[in-house]
């Protein structure tokens, strides 16, 4: 399942993320619950959790409706490149 929820995002979701230097990595996929890292200009976004809620999970829902949820596990106080 990890596999081909990467290449959903490789075509769906990377690509919008990428246009505002942000980039997105799949932890883990566990008891289906998608585990995602929020990087680049992603991390420490305002708008963050609104783009993997309303974004994310819904596109990954959408194709996959056996994942239950999307976790963002992200540190958005720490990195190279937040915006907080």
């Known amino acids: ?3 081909k929820i990467e ?3 490789d075509e ?3 690509p919008a993320l990428g246009a505002h230097g942000g980039d ?3 932890v883990e996929v566990k008891d289906n619950i ?3 890292k929020l990087t680049g200009g992603c991390q420490g976004c305002a ?3 609104m783009t ?3 974004g994310v999970e819904r596109i990954i829902k959408d194709k996959y409706p056996e994942i239950e949820e999307v976790v963002d596990v992200t540190n958005h106080k720490h990195g190279d490149n937040p915006f907080m």
């Open 1 to 3: 399942m990890k596999n």
């Open 7 to 9: 290449a959903l995002m």
């Open 12 to 14: 769906q979701v990377r």
């Open 24 to 26: 997105v990595e799949i």
């Open 34 to 36: 998608v585990y995602l």
């Open 47 to 49: 708008g963050a959790r």
């Open 52 to 54: 993997l809620k309303n």
